[in-house]
């Protein structure tokens, strides 16, 4: 089956550890994307990514790294310096050109105490 | 100003009525424009992507668009309480390279 995989469902940490969201998708999309959705909230665009090698910072990047090393993978590392980490997570991928269509994975939920 | 604009909602619709969905934009030159469906505690999940001025059907999805005004709208005809969901607008601007501009939603209750 084709799609994009996100891992764990639900995550806790304690305040002061890094923690690494996966994002993994098998649909040979060029583009991937992660977002943060804080209840009631829209989407915030963390990073993204048009090519392997390359990721550009989104709207609210600061206390978010990631990293691209293959097509298929897009972790997103959420360090001790994000404020308020606590949120739900999402990723999501395109083909890119032209219609650059996204399509999202399930989410992780991530809260931090 | 916000970039891409919605009712909040909720936007209460009987069961078998039409939920009419605005949506508008800043972005005068953006090019393509989706809506997602999202269920409480789930991801988005694509339901229509419109590209040209006019109306875009699908099943009981019609999406509008509207360019020289700057907004997006859908009709859900037909509505069931499965339709229940906050709807997310996404605008693409033109040279934007994919980094979507999103509403913060309208949540849709569908009362049986």
């Known amino acids: 089956d084709g799609g994009i995989t996100q891992s764990p469902k639900y995550l806790f940490r304690k305040e002061g550890q890094n923690v690494t969201l996966s994002c993994e998708q098998n649909l040979n999309h060029d583009a991937m994307y992660w977002y943060r959705q804080d209840p009631g909230q829209g989407l915030r665009l963390i990073y993204y990514?048009?090519?392997?090698?390359?990721?550009q910072k989104g709207d609210i990047a600061e206390g978010y790294s990631v990293s691209r090393e293959k097509k298929e993978s897009f972790p997103l590392t959420v360090t001790s310096a994000q404020k308020n980490p606590t949120a739900f997570y999402l990723c999501?991928?395109?083909?890119?050109?032209?219609?650059?269509?996204?399509?999202f994975g399930p989410g992780t939920r991530l809260t931090v105490t | 100003q916000k970039e891409v604009e919605q009712n909040s909602g909720p936007l209460s619709v009987p069961e078998g009525a039409i939920a009419s969905l605005n949506c508008t934009y800043s972005d005068r030159v953006s090019q393509s424009f989706f809506w997602y469906r999202q269920y409480s505690g789930k991801s988005p999940e694509l339901i229509m992507s419109i590209y040209s001025n006019g109306d875009k059907e699908d099943g009981r999805f019609t999406a509008q668009l509207n360019k020289a005004s700057q907004y997006v709208s859908l009709l859900i005809r037909d509505s069931q309480p499965s339709d229940s969901a906050t709807y997310l607008c996404?605008?693409?601007?033109?040279?934007?390279?994919?980094?979507?501009?999103f509403g913060a939603g309208t949540q849709v209750v569908v009362t049986p």
């Open positions: 996404a605008v693409n601007p033109e040279g934007s390279w994919g980094k979507f501009q």
């Open positions: 990514s048009q090519i392997v090698n390359d990721f």
């Open positions: 999501a991928s395109s083909p890119g050109t032209p219609s650059y269509e996204q399509y």
